[in-house]
C-alpha cells in the first residue's frame, strides 16, 4: 500500500509570513512529486514540480525534496489571503504507468 | 482555451438512473483519468486509460464504465446510481513522454444522487 501523508491542518498564518506544508511518503521507489493547490468548490492546480533532491524554488513558492528521508514540502513565502487554500501532495509511484498517488490534503488559511 | 473540459458542471439524479460524463482534453496529452473526490476531499484515482487503452482500473463497482473514443475524449457512465455515488467527480490529463507525469485536472462534475 502506497501511502502520502499530510498534516490535515488547518494550519494557520498571518498575512506575510512563511507557510511551510509537509509531505511524506511510503514508497522509496517514487520518482516525481507534485503539489497541487485546490480552492474550495475548484478543481486541483498544479502549482509545483520536483523530480530530483534540493529546493526548487518559482516565485513565492519553494518545493523542497529528501528522497532519503521520503520527505517533501512545500514553503510559500510571504503569503496572501488568496494563498488560502487545500494543498494537495502527490507522488508518482515507482510503478504503475502515470498513477499518482495523493495525500488528503492540508488546508491553509492566511488572515490578513 | 480550455485544457480539459468536462460536461455537465452539475449533475442531479435520482437513484437507479443511468448518468454519463464527458471529458476532452485539448492538450494533446496520451494519458487520461477519472478521479473521485469525497466529501472529506480525499482525491482517489477511479481509472486511466493511456491512447485509448485501459492502464488503471482501481477498486470500482463494475456499475462504472469508462470509454474512450480517442486519446482526447475519457467518458463515464455510471448505472444504477447509489446515494455513496454523490462527489465530484474530476477528469485529467497527463503527457507520459519524458517521464512528466503532470496531471491538469477539468473543472470536475458534481453528482448529487437523491
Sequence with gaps: QKEVEQNSGPLSVPEGAIASLNCTYSDRGSQSFFWYRQYSGKSPELI??????GDKE????TAQLNKASQYVSLLIRDSQPSDSATYLCAVKGGSTLGRLYFGRGTQLTVWP | ????????????????????IKCEQNLGHDTMYWYKQDSKKFLKIM?????????????????????????????LHINSLELGDSAVYFCASSPLAGASYEQYFGPGTRLTVT
Design chain 2, 47 to 75: 481509472f486511466s486509460y493511456n491512447n485509448k487503452e485501459l492502464i488503471i482500473n482501481e477498486t470500482v463497482p463494475n456499475r462504472f464504465s469508462p470509454k474512450s473514443p480517442d486519446k482526447a475524449h475519457l467518458n
Design chain 2, 1 to 20: 482555451d480550455t485544457a480539459v473540459s468536462q460536461t455537465p458542471k452539475y449533475l442531479v439524479t435520482q437513484m437507479g438512473n443511468d448518468k454519463s
Design chain 1, 48 to 53: 509545483m514540480s520536483i523530480y530530483s533532491n
Design chain 1, 58 to 61: 518559482d516565485g513565492r513558492f
